[in-house]
């Protein structure tokens, strides 16, 4: 079964500077990976998304993330963080050969102004 | 567009009692699943639907029943609700293909006393 880490419950950073949070995976095939963002009290929203071809993905609210297979990572990165960039944010992943949808624990972002 | 409604927001019941968490999406979407989100624990997966009439177990799947007549519709019924089931449930869907990304409902708060 495919599975998701997020060594980090929370990450602070100071406003205007890099912001990574780190995921790692494990599937039996090839992996389809998501990140999605989570504001107080409301749904996830999704963010970016690895199938196949290039290994840097850019997504929304200039986050973008980096598909590195032989260390099964996808860490997501923005280069200039902003406050409103505080938000939950969640790793997923998915084996190309099922239908479920594994998401990793979660790392809490604050962005200190 | 509505996209992915899930009501109630709010519900407390007693231990025992039996309720249905309903769902419903106008995206005329095939994929739809039903996520809790517990914290330091991240989404983990209840339930899945690739279509009307199918549906397949999550990750924690016991104490939940999930039926899918319609392709709008994924209600989740709690039989006799327990402590252990306080959460917050998410719906989410998406087309069928395995790289699409989903679209979550607002969540629904359940409280078993």
């Known amino acids: 079964a495919q599975s998701v880490a997020q060594p980090e419950d929370q990450v602070n950073v100071a406003e205007g500077n890099p912001l990574t949070v780190k995921c790692t995976y494990s599937?039996?095939?090839?992996?389809?990976l998501f990140w999605y963002v989570q504001y107080p009290n409301r749904g996830l929203q999704f963010l970016l998304k690895y199938i196949t071809g290039d290994n840097l993905v850019k997504g929304s609210y200039g986050f973008e993330a980096e598909f590195n297979k032989s260390q099964t990572s996808f860490h997501l990165k923005k280069p200039s963080a902003l406050v409103s960039d505080s938000a939950l944010y969640f790793c997923?992943?998915?084996?190309?050969?099922?239908?479920?949808?594994?998401f990793g624990k979660g790392n809490q972002v604050v962005v200190i102004p | 567009n509505a996209g992915v409604t899930q009501t109630p927001k709010f519900q407390v019941l007693k231990t025992g009692q039996s309720m249905t968490l309903q769902c419903a999406q106008d995206m005329n979407h095939e994929y739809m699943s039903w996520y809790r989100q517990d914290p330091g624990m991240g989404l983990r997966l209840i339930h899945y639907?690739?279509?009307?009439?199918?549906?397949d177990q999550g990750e924690v799947p016991n104490g939940y029943n999930v039926s899918r007549s319609t392709t709008e519709d994924f209600p989740l019924r709690l039989l006799s609700a327990a402590p252990s089931q306080t959460s917050v449930y998410f719906c989410?869907?998406?087309?069928?293909?395995?790289?699409?990304?989903?679209?979550f409902g607002s969540g629904t708060q359940l409280s078993v006393l």
């Open positions: 989410a869907s998406s087309p069928r293909d395995r790289g699409e990304k989903l679209f």
């Open positions: 599937v039996s095939g090839n992996p389809y």
């Open positions: 997923a992943v998915r084996d190309y050969g099922n239908n479920r949808l594994a």
């Open positions: 639907s690739v279509g009307a009439g199918i549906t």
